[in-house]
């Protein structure tokens, strides 16, 4: 079983419409959580860290759920830049564990 | 200018050859990492390094080494290339704290003839 799981997508949106997808995780001793985000095989950008409290960003909001092991992503009001593969990254310590990520394309 | 800058871009080379992809960084982190990623996988982590004296082996060693030759640069060797170590490759570094982000390099797309 992989670590952390994702759909990789894609998810083909208007401009300005509300998509939001989520990663599950398998090892619950896991400790850190962010959203990285990667265009077009370049580098993976940090999104945001995710908070057990949910955590808010702009038109980015990000919830953690400890109990099932899961973490979504809700982007509001999409832009064409949003474009992107969203990578689900689990950490604890040093070790981040990646996954394959979701693609979402915005559309005008 | 780039807070981790990794040589070549790209690099075309054929099976046998030993390759050296280079990481520099300018953030004055201890933690520096490389990764490898694959078309429909995760990254995966190849190895690390804690500091100057520490280097550990990730989940995919076999095949690499590397080299951590001051607290800013760290080095990744393919001692003889093979086609299935075609892939992108990436270095990233971290603050000494637990549980921190990491910070990624532009990358190194690199095939193996």
């Known amino acids: 079983r992989k670590e952390v799981e994702q759909d990789p997508g894609p998810f083909n949106v208007p401009e300005g419409a509300t998509v939001a997808f989520n990663c599950t995780y398998s090892n619950s001793a896991s400790q850190s959580f962010f959203w990285y985000r990667q265009d077009c095989r370049k580098e993976p950008k940090l999104l945001m860290s995710?908070?057990?409290s949910g955590n808010e960003d702009g038109r980015f909001t990000a919830q953690l759920n400890r109990a099932s092991q899961y973490i979504s992503l809700l982007i509001r009001d999409s832009k064409l830049s949003d474009s992107a593969t969203y990578l689900c990254?689990?950490?604890?310590?040093?070790?981040?564990?990646f996954g394959a990520g979701t693609t979402v394309t915005v559309r005008a | 200018d780039a807070d981790v800058t990794q040589t070549p871009r790209n690099r075309i080379t054929k099976t046998g050859k030993r390759i050296m992809l280079e990481c520099s960084q300018t953030k004055g982190h201890d933690r520096m990492y490389w990764y490898r990623q694959d078309p429909g996988l995760g990254l995966r982590l190849i190895y690390y390094?804690?500091?100057?004296?520490?280097?550990n082996k990730g989940e995919i060693s076999d095949g690499y080494s590397v080299s951590r030759q001051a607290q800013a640069k760290f080095s990744l060797s393919l001692e003889s290339a093979i086609p299935n170590q075609t892939a992108l490759y990436f270095c990233a570094t971290s603050d000494g704290s637990s549980n921190q982000p990491q910070h990624f390099g532009d990358g190194t797309r690199l095939s193996i003839l």
């Open positions: 990254v689990v950490g604890n310590d040093y070790k981040l564990s």
């Open positions: 390094s804690f500091d100057v004296k520490d280097i």
């Open positions: 995710v908070y057990s």
